[in-house]
T-cell receptor, first 117, second 113 residues
Framework: KQEVTQIPAALSVPEGENLVLNCSFT??????LQWFRQDPGKGLTSLLL?????REQTSGRLNASLDKSSGRSTLYIAASQPGDSATYLC????????????????FGKGTHLIIQP | NAGVTQTPKFQVLKTGQSMTLQCAQD?????MSWYRQDPGMGLRLIHY???????DQGEVPNGYNVSRSTTEDFPLRLLSAAPSQTSVYFC????????????FGPGTRLTVT
């Protein structure tokens, strides 16, 4: 069964720092990996989607990498701002080759990020 | 486009009551799904649908029913609510299935007393 782990569970850094959030998954048979942002009491906002054939994706100050063979992804946030404070979720889209698994995302528990002004 | 919409935003039920959580999308997405989010558990898949008339179970389907009569709508039914179903429920959709980007609704916060 696919499992997704996010480290650290919580992180607090001063404004302006560059930071890295980590995500690991146990089964490399995936279609893609998606990073989401969730603000308190709100839904999930998609940040970046990396297909299994890709190594990285960039959007503004965000860069996500994927190493499928080692089961790892990182989300790099450059020049952090207080508005980046949120919970960041990593989710993989597993390939179920007739193994009876459900067709949906498997999520990590998230990294709660606080950027101090 | 409104994207993925969910109603209601908040709901309080008594044990044993039934209700339907509504989900709609206006992006002509074939794939739709329901997740629940609980503290310390992350998001878990309840049911999903790969197109109108086709539904299947996810990781935690017990106590929930779904149907998909149109491409746009994917309601989630609780037939007899239990306190263990207190959670935040999210609906998601994507174009063409699993391998595409997933879009999430704003969620429904349900409390069962």
């Amino acid at each position: 069964k696919q499992e997704v782990t996010q480290i650290p569970a919580a992180l607090s850094v001063p404004e302006g720092e560059n930071l890295v959030l980590n995500c690991s998954f146990t089964d490399s048979a995936i279609y893609n990996l998606q990073w989401f942002r969730q603000d308190p009491g709100k839904g999930l906002t998609s940040l970046l989607l990396i297909q299994s054939s890709q190594r990285e994706q960039t959007s503004g100050r965000l860069n996500a990498s994927l190493d499928k063979s080692s089961g790892r992804s990182t989300l790099y946030i450059a020049a952090s701002q207080p508005g980046d404070s949120a919970t960041y979720l990593c989710a993989v889209n597993p390939i179920n080759l007739g193994g009876g698994g459900a067709d949906g995302l498997t999520f990590g528990k998230g990294t709660h990020l606080i950027i101090q002004p | 486009n409104a994207g993925v919409t969910q109603t209601p935003k908040f709901q309080v039920l008594k044990t044993g009551q039934s209700m339907t959580l509504q989900c709609a999308q206006d992006m002509n997405h074939e794939y739709m799904s329901w997740y629940r989010q609980d503290p310390g558990m992350g998001l878990r898949l309840i049911h999903y649908s790969v197109g109108a008339g086709i539904t299947d179970q996810g990781e935690v389907p017990n106590g929930y029913n779904v149907s998909r009569s149109t491409t746009e709508d994917f309601p989630l039914r609780l037939l007899s609510a239990a306190p263990s179903q207190t959670s935040v429920y999210f609906c998601a959709s994507s174009y063409g299935g699993q391998s595409y980007e997933q879009y999430f609704g704003p969620g429904t916060r349900l409390t069962v007393t």
